[in-house]
């Protein structure tokens, strides 16, 4: 069963939350309205087709969507060597028929499942920038992965440059064999995934805990979710000493928010988030070196995931629970900043001896997740960008899924179905082990250069509280795109796990 949605204002298949966080934000990405049609709209100045490499050669997919012109088409992008290579983009003019400017054909791998349409999509987004309104009919294929890739990857972030024109024309894109619903879903996980994308992208400057909380505020409100904020007096009040210790380096206090989508109340299974919300890491008194360190913008990536997905299910009317808890802080050093060998007490009472202040997103971890318990959800997710071992052991593009055994399986299997490439871990139990202090409950890190990933999953399996199905995603990489846009990913905010976080909601809705 499924609950009313908080979306009767929005246009169906537009951006509901760019308007809430162009008030918050000083940028935001670019976005496109997605809609549906049959057949080529009047409106449509560009089309375009997927290329794959058939027994002949050069092969138009759907060619139907086309109409009479589809074999003169197809000679035109022989004419010009047009490549089927998955994601090649090739734009000619159109041929006398069609009445659009060009046609833009792009490869598709050849088993044509929903990740190969996304990507070829992603890829032809970023090359048609400059057409209002594109007919895209790979949604003869997919129209959901059609819509959903076309809309991921037109996304762009151009930041703050004083010469950038401020009112472009939102671009339309117009799925074939798209339906109301199909836009509607769409609509909504490109907004999130975007939304995600923009909180990464803004600058520590602009977003801090201050700030990054009003934001999520502003949004969970407009989404119709119940909504909590505690301040820095207010942690210190509550005894919150994780989110105290690591905030306490900064003259921009830390904040707790509480964004609670109350879903269907009689539904089995409920979902607890939790994202780290640093807004920049410096290391702390354990100073990081300086190279790269402006990439540490992102290490609020878990957070801004957490956000966006309670605020999907609250737009799409999910009728499973879910409550994001979202601990921010700014790790930086200074004359009120936590040091290695203090012993703070973190929320709910266990000790920690500090060894390292970079190793901070655990302990405003540890807090929140003792918060989420609380509420006694069947089910918890965390993620953050926690450890550079994940880079080590996964490389850039694959989260690690680490957790109890089940739950992190099927977390695993979601996230790779819609393409975010999730990957189950152990937790070995020595590294477990090595978390044992001389002087308090435990320790923040090991002596151990190896198995970064699982120790820090280690610590923050001891703040779970009992009967709760837990998951831990460390997208470290994942979350931020330090090189060259590929597929529907651009640079910089991916957005990940904002899908794969949605998938498992939708799983749980189901049981
Ligand atoms: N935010 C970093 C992890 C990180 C590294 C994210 C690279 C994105 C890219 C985290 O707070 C950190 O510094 N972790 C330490 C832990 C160590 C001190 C145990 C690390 O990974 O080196
Ligand atoms: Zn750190
Ligand atoms: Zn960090």
Same mark, same amino acid.
């Given at each position: 069963?499924?609950v009313?949605?908080?979306?009767d204002?929005?246009?169906?298949g537009?951006?509901?939350n760019a !308007?809430v966080?162009?008030?918050?934000?000083p940028a935001?990405?670019?976005r496109?309205?997605?809609?549906a049609?049959?057949? +080529?709209?009047?409106?449509? /100045? !560009?089309v375009?087709v997927?290329l794959?490499?058939?027994e002949?050669?050069?092969?138009?997919v759907?060619?139907?969507?086309?109409?009479s012109?589809a074999?003169?088409?197809?000679?035109?992008f022989?004419?010009?060597?047009?490549s089927a290579?998955?994601e090649s983009?090739?734009?000619i003019?159109?041929? #006398?028929?069609?009445d659009?400017?060009?046609?833009t054909g792009?490869?598709v791998s050849e088993?044509?499942?929903?990740? /190969?349409?996304?990507?070829?999509c992603?890829?032809?987004?970023r090359r048609?920038t400059k #057409?209002?309104?594109?007919f895209?009919?790979l949604? =003869?294929?997919?129209?959901?992965a059609? #819509?959903e890739g076309?809309?991921l990857?037109a996304?762009a972030?151009s930041?703050?440059?004083?010469?950038e024109?401020?009112?472009? @024309?939102?671009q339309k894109v117009?799925?074939?064999g798209?339906?109301?619903?199909?836009?509607k879903?769409a609509? =909504?996980?490109v907004d999130?995934?975007a939304?995600?994308?923009?909180?990464?992208n803004t600058a520590?400057?602009?977003?801090?805990?201050?700030?990054? !909380? /009003?934001?999520a505020a502003?949004l969970?409100?407009?989404?119709g979710?119940?909504?909590?904020?505690?301040?820095d007096?207010a +942690?210190? !009040?509550?005894?919150?000493?994780? +989110?105290?210790a690591?905030?306490?380096?900064?003259?921009?206090?830390?904040?707790?928010?509480?964004l609670?989508?109350?879903?269907?109340?009689s539904?089995?299974?409920?979902l607890g988030l939790?994202?780290k919300g640093?807004?920049f890491?410096t290391g702390?008194?354990?100073?990081k070196?300086?190279?790269?360190?402006?990439?540490?913008?992102s290490?609020?990536?878990?957070?801004?995931?957490v956000?966006a997905?309670v605020?999907?299910a609250?737009?799409?009317?999910v009728s499973t629970?879910?409550? @994001?808890t979202v601990?921010m802080a700014e790790?930086?050093p200074?004359?009120k900043a &936590?040091?290695?060998?203090?012993v703070?007490?973190? &929320?709910?009472g266990?000790?920690i001896e500090?060894?390292?202040?970079?190793?901070?997103g655990?302990?405003v971890?540890a807090d =929140?997740i003792?918060?989420?318990?609380?509420?006694?959800?069947t089910?918890?997710?965390?993620?953050?960008?926690?450890?550079?071992?994940?880079l080590v @052991?996964?490389?850039?593009?694959?989260?690690?899924v680490l957790?109890?055994?089940?739950?992190?399986?099927r977390? =695993?299997?979601?996230?790779?179905?819609?393409?975010?490439?999730?990957?189950a871990?152990?937790?070995?139990v020595?590294?477990a082990?090595?978390?044992?202090?001389?002087?308090?409950?435990l320790?923040n890190?090991?002596?151990?250069r190896?198995?970064?990933?699982?120790?820090?999953?280690a &610590?923050l399996?001891e703040?779970?509280g009992?009967?709760?199905?837990?998951?831990?995603i460390?997208?470290?990489?994942p979350a931020f795109?330090t090189?060259?846009?590929y597929? &529907?990913?651009p640079k910089?905010g991916?957005?990940?796990?904002?899908?794969?976080m949605?998938?498992?909601?939708?799983?749980l809705?189901?049981?």
């Amino acid at each position: 069963m499924s609950v009313p949605a908080n979306n009767d204002s929005a246009q169906l298949g537009a951006s509901r939350n760019a !308007a809430v966080l162009s008030n918050y934000l000083p940028a935001i990405g670019t976005r496109v309205v997605i809609a549906a049609d049959k057949s +080529l709209p009047a409106d449509a /100045d !560009a089309v375009l087709v997927a290329l794959i490499d058939g027994e002949d050669g050069l092969e138009l997919v759907a060619p139907e969507a086309i109409g009479s012109v589809a074999e003169q088409l197809l000679a035109s992008f022989e004419a010009v060597s047009a490549s089927a290579k998955a994601e090649s983009v090739t734009t000619i003019p159109a041929p #006398a028929g069609l009445d659009v400017d060009s046609v833009t054909g792009v490869g598709v791998s050849e088993d044509l499942d929903a990740e /190969d349409i996304r990507r070829a999509c992603g890829a032809a987004a970023r090359r048609m920038t400059k #057409a209002k309104v594109v007919f895209n009919t790979l949604g =003869a294929i997919d129209p959901q992965a059609a #819509a959903e890739g076309f809309a991921l990857g037109a996304y762009a972030y151009s930041g703050q440059k004083s010469t950038e024109e401020s009112n472009e @024309a939102t671009q339309k894109v117009v799925v074939l064999g798209a339906d109301d619903d199909v836009v509607k879903r769409a609509s =909504a996980i490109v907004d999130a995934v975007a939304t995600a994308r923009d909180f990464v992208n803004t600058a520590s400057s602009h977003l801090y805990p201050e700030t990054f !909380a /009003d934001a999520a505020a502003a949004l969970g409100r407009d989404a119709g979710l119940e909504v909590e904020v505690l301040d820095d007096d207010a +942690l210190r !009040a509550g005894g919150f000493g994780g +989110l105290n210790a690591v905030g306490g380096g900064s003259s921009r206090g830390p904040r707790l928010v509480r964004l609670i989508w109350k879903g269907d109340e009689s539904a089995e299974n409920s979902l607890g988030l939790v994202g780290k919300g640093i807004t920049f890491d410096t290391g702390g008194i354990s100073l990081k070196p300086g190279a790269s360190m402006e990439n540490m913008i992102s290490d609020m990536g878990g957070a801004a995931a957490v956000i966006a997905t309670v605020v999907l299910a609250a737009r799409l009317g999910v009728s499973t629970p879910v409550t @994001a808890t979202v601990p921010m802080a700014e790790n930086m050093p200074g004359g009120k900043a &936590y040091r290695p060998g203090d012993v703070i007490t973190q &929320y709910g009472g266990k000790t920690i001896e500090i060894l390292n202040t970079d190793a901070e997103g655990r302990l405003v971890l540890a807090d =929140a997740i003792v918060r989420a318990c609380e509420d006694k959800p069947t089910h918890l997710i965390d993620t953050a960008t926690l450890t550079g071992a994940q880079l080590v @052991a996964l490389g850039e593009r694959t989260p690690g899924v680490l957790g109890n055994d089940e739950f992190r399986d099927r977390v =695993a299997e979601l996230s790779q179905s819609i393409g975010e490439n999730g990957w189950a871990m152990p937790i070995p139990v020595e590294l477990a082990e090595a978390l044992k202090s001389p002087v308090a409950d435990l320790r923040n890190v090991t002596n151990s250069r190896f198995g970064g990933m699982s120790v820090a999953a280690a &610590y923050l399996r001891e703040f779970v509280g009992e009967d709760v199905e837990w998951v831990h995603i460390d997208v470290a990489g994942p979350a931020f795109n330090t090189t060259g846009e590929y597929g &529907y990913t651009p640079k910089r905010g991916t957005g990940v796990p904002v899908r794969t976080m949605f998938s498992v909601i939708e799983d749980l809705a189901t049981k």
